[in-house]
């Protein structure tokens, strides 16, 4: 009958094609992509630098939650002009060479990157005004020794307080330093900044941002004081900056804001050790699990210094390192 359906109709029934693009599992190569370098970041942009030219970007969708932070070399896609209004998108984070992390406290899981790529982590303190925190200055050297970067100590206000006592806490560990007063020459300081990329920490108030003003005059960086109530320093770099050094050898140094805690939870006892090859050397018989701490039984560090092959200097040096990572820093 008419108008009615039959099952025979179905033999000659098609389904329309939806038409549609076929999938690909290709992905851009980005072969017009150019490098940069992250200078600093501020609510999810990215400030680069192209062959000297100042570049805002925004980090691709395809980049998901991977992390962008100070010092990655990054590939840039877009507009690279720098002409103000611009934006230019990262697309490829290079590998980093060295990775300096924090944890907020040491119960913490998350490790938090701080600056990549940088050679040399810059200790910054005041020997008064305020107070030195030697407990602080161990954690940030147990960061150094973990992210596989250099120490330089680096204490301001010697015409405040002589340096000797608080050097003497770090001499046998070999914690190359430099003293600076306020006002005085930046030689020494430049010269062990000069031809690599330096990273400064330190709380508060101990002069950081009065010597990367000093070193980089065009920087600019706040200048803040210390309050005369709690004797602590208030925040004034909200940031990571990264500047070029003037000078012939070049360089830059990585200004970080002032920190209160720097948490270690990410950081291994095994690691550790291996910053000290003459130590790490002398435990090789140390028992499965062996921590090398003061309470370990049977740990080869005490059977060298018993032996007279190790300075009990050092091993407590480090211990008092090892000891750091659990230990409150105030």
């Excluded at 501020?42 to 962008?68: E, H, N, Q, S």
């Excluded at 103000?84 to 060295?98: F, H, K, N, Y």
């Excluded at 430049?190 to 400064?200: M, P, Y």
């Amino acid at each position: 009958m008419s108008g009615r359906y039959s099952e025979h109709d179905h033999e000659h029934y098609e389904r329309p094609r939806r038409r549609t693009r076929p999938r690909t599992k290709e992905r851009p190569t980005y072969d017009d992509a150019v490098d940069a370098v992250v200078v600093t970041v501020d609510r999810g942009r990215f400030t680069l630098l192209i062959d000297g030219t100042t570049v805002m970007a925004m980090k691709a969708r395809p980049l998901g939650r991977k992390g962008v932070v100070v010092g990655d070399r990054v590939r840039v896609v877009g507009d690279t002009s720098g002409v103000d209004g611009s934006l230019a998108r990262i697309v490829e984070v290079q590998p980093r060479e060295t990775v300096l992390r924090r944890t907020a406290d040491d119960d913490d899981p998350v490790e938090r990157v701080i600056v990549s790529n940088a050679s040399q982590l810059v200790v910054v303190a005041a020997l008064a005004d305020p107070e030195p925190r030697p407990r602080l200055i161990d954690r940030a050297l147990v960061a150094a020794y973990d992210a596989g970067m250099q120490p330089l100590l680096c204490l301001t206000k010697s015409d405040l307080r002589d340096p000797e006592t608080l050097l003497s806490t770090y001499r046998s560990l070999g914690v190359p330093w430099v003293v600076t007063r306020r006002g005085g020459d930046l030689a020494e300081v430049r010269e062990r900044l000069e031809g690599r990329t330096s990273v400064l920490v330190g709380h508060s108030g101990v002069g950081k941002s009065t010597l990367v003003n000093a070193l980089v005059p065009e920087a600019h960086r706040e200048v803040g004081h210390v309050n005369a109530v709690t004797g602590r320093g208030r925040h004034t770099s909200t940031s990571a900056y990264m500047l070029a050094l003037p000078g012939e050898r070049g360089g830059w140094i990585i200004d970080t804001p002032g920190i209160r805690s720097f948490g270690l939870a990410h950081v291994q006892p095994e690691h550790l050790i291996e910053a000290f090859p003459d130590l790490d050397e002398m435990t090789e018989d140390c028992p499965r699990g062996c921590t090398h701490g003061e309470d370990e039984p049977e740990c080869g560090l005490d059977d060298a210094v018993t032996a007279g092959l190790a300075d009990p200097d050092r091993v407590s040096s480090f211990r008092r390192l090892l000891a750091a990572r659990s230990a409150s820093e105030h």
